[in-house]
């Protein structure tokens, strides 16, 4: 076991009663008919834009706020994806929740994979114990940092670590690996400001040593399929076959004290619907059990990995629209929770779902172990050629370009930390949400990682793209307060300083 429970008489929620698959199965069967209806459809939507604008809303001790019931989400979701008329209700609903709550910020990060020996059997994974063609490796501390220094001179200040499951690579190299991360410091002022992991799940008592390294910002852990059958058929074997004990990681995470949680589902494997809705209500279990919903939600869909004919052709393929619809549907069903978009989709489709909901994007990623720091010659490409990563990506653009085609659509990218760090979260933000005071907080957040990202990493192109935006943007529904704060700090960041922040 990669993690032992070392505290005994811990108690749960049965499973079945936090995913209730009948449930869940009788609301997308008894929806149908009132998704033909464009007047239930504008209800719906009319109430999910007051609850996510915080109308006759008291802030409590979470950010966490559910804009749809359970039902009214599988009316959306069976929407047909081809009627324009209501998806264009969907979506300008969604635009107008992230515009008020995220406005045009894009925080940027980048997925560090340290290790891909792995126990499980999952069959759309390549990391899976039955894939002999992976070359499996771990990284050393030398590597390691590495790594890092790649990453922090592409400009990258958050980090995403991951890592497989399997007794050469324990729990306790992986709190090493978190410690040598936080280390690496490159000129002119790079360093890693906050570490996000995604790993197997925990016991409680090592959760609470994770969260002990006081270095670890969010724990993600997908389910990948919230269906039980289809966990089952996927997960062949070892300990991530085990589908409640799974299930319960995000309760472990919370009963030792690490409240900031993500979760996910693998789209592809089992009926987007219903596993939207899984995930609907596995953040109600956790906003009514722990007084905190998930932090971040991600939603990858399947790609092919190495070795495996499933991932090829998975048995529940989502095409682009009905994808860019269960994006915008959970943006509206989760207003105040991140949403996270990989670099498994296109540039194009990338574009596309920012406008309907994601908060957060993956850039220059890649996902086979030491990819970072090697050279890209022919000769190295080939000598790497038996080692695949996780999954194939569809976005290849470096940091630099990604930051660019952002600006240039009228995005802010954004390294902010700074709510975490100030103790902005949790009944403190709702606070500022509810005043309507977000916007004075973040934008000018973002625009100082910006303009630091530009004068430390920034070409001539993308610097004169950047300091255009960021004088339009200082300018954009900004408080005359936060407008003169804003340019104090700018002048500091211009000055040479670094990590400014209000």
Known sequence: MWSVEREKGHVYKPTHEIINEPAIHAAMSKTEQAAKDPAAIDAILAAAKERSFLTNYTPGKSEYVQGLTLEECATLLNVDAKDKVLMDKIYDTAFAIKNRIYGNRIVLFAPLYIANYCVNSCTYCAFRTGNKHLNRMSLTDAELRSEVESLEKQGHRRLLVLTGEHPKYTFDQFLHAIDVISSVRTEPCGSIRRINVEIPTLSVSDMRRLKATDKVGTFTLFQESYHRETFKKMHVSGPKSDFDHRLLSQDRAMRAGLDDVGIGTLFGLYDYRYEVLAMLKHSEHLE???????????????????????????????????????????????????????????????????????????????????????????????????????????????????????????????????????????????????????????????????????????????????????????????????????????????????????
């Open 288 to 502: 009514r059990e722990y007084g905190a919903g998930p932090h971040t939600i991600s939603v990858p869909r399947m790609r092919p990995a190495d070795g495996s004919e499933l991932s090829i052709t998975p048995p529940y393929p989502v095409d682009d629209d009905n994808f860019k619809k269960l994006v915008a549907i959970i943006r509206i069903a989760v207003p105040y929770t991140g949403m996270i978009l990989s670099t498994r989709e296109s540039p194009e489709m990338r574009a596309e779902l920012l406008r309907v909901g994601m908060s957060q994007m993956s850039a220059g990623s890649k996902t086979d172990v030491g990819s970072y720091h090697r050279d890209h010659s022919p000769a190295t490409e080939t000598a790497m050629s038996d080692l695949a990563g996780q999954f194939s990506l569809m976005d290849h653009r470096p940091v630099s370009e990604v930051v660019t085609d952002l600006m240039k659509d009228g995005y802010v990218p954004s390294w902010c930390t700074a709510c975490y760090r100030k103790g902005r979260t949790g009944e403190h933000f709702m606070k500022i949400a509810k005043a309507g005071n977000i916007h004075n907080f973040c934008h000018p957040n973002s625009l100082l990682t910006l303009q630091e990202y530009l004068n430390d990493y920034g070409t001539p192109e993308m610097k004169q793209v950047g300091e255009e935006l960021i004088a339009k943007e200082k300018e954009n529904g900004l408080s005359d307060s936060a407008k003169r704060m804003l340019n104090r700090k700018l002048e500091k960041v211009n000055a040479g300083e670094h990590d400014v922040y209000i």
